[in-house]
């Protein structure tokens, strides 16, 4: 009995000695792997050329009344819709209880006449028609997704078919009374 004492206190700092090592070779490793692993994880951030074009500016003054242009933003195709008043009429009436996605048309744009959104179907990610004069552009007089027959009105709001959501909005600025930049 008496000589297990002195025994097993050396077991134990035998034993704590082992630990204390083991914990600082994890610690070393892990600091190799960070270190070793960095610039890989660097490398996948975007590269300078591609913040470059996080922001796109947009000259609005050539698009006529009624028209549209697309533009690319980020990979993504940005719909530019000059409205005519008779859009603007149409999107302003439409109660909000008709709507599946319930936004005010004075909600998705900052000037009456200049409708901006992601020209991307929100159910699985079709570019609706619409953009070019001759396109059906559905029910609504918006946009008219042809994959699944979504129908989006000339607010970009989903009125009937699948999409469960209003063509997105994406963050832009006007620059000038008729420069945009997205993004
Ligand atoms: S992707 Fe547009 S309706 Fe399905």
């Known amino acids: 009995m ?17 630990d204390f ?9 892990a600091v190799g792997v960070a270190a070793f692993a960095w610039p890989f994880i660097d490398s996948m951030n975007p590269a300078a050329d591609t913040l470059a074009v996080a922001s796109t500016e947009v000259d609005l003054a050539p698009i006529a009344e009624g028209m549209a ?5 980020r ?8 409205r005519t008043a008779e859009d603007i009429r149409l999107a302003r009436e439409t109660p909000l209880s008709a709507l599946p996605d319930p936004q005010r048309d004075q909600d998705r744009v900052q000037k009456d006449q200049w409708l901006i959104m992601v020209g991307i179907c929100t159910h699985l990610g079709c570019v ?12 609504y007089g918006g946009w008219f997704c042809v994959c699944h ?6 607010s ?3 009125r009937k078919g699948p ?8 963050p832009y600025t006007f620059t000038s009374d008729t420069t945009i930049r997205i993004g």
């Open 163 to 170: 999409a469960p959501r209003n063509l997105e909005i994406p």
């Open 156 to 158: 970009g709001r989903i």
């Open 21 to 29: 090592l083991s914990l600082t070779t994890t610690a070393v490793a």
């Open 75 to 82: 990979g993504k195709p940005i719909f530019i819709r000059h």
């Open 149 to 154: 027959g979504s129908h989006y009105d000339t």
């Open 2 to 18: 008496a000589d297990t004492l002195p025994q097993s206190g050396a077991a134990a700092e035998e034993a704590t000695r082992r």
């Open 69 to 73: 242009i697309t533009v690319m933003w």
């Open 128 to 139: 609706p028609l619409g953009q070019r004069p001759t396109d059906n552009k559905g029910e």
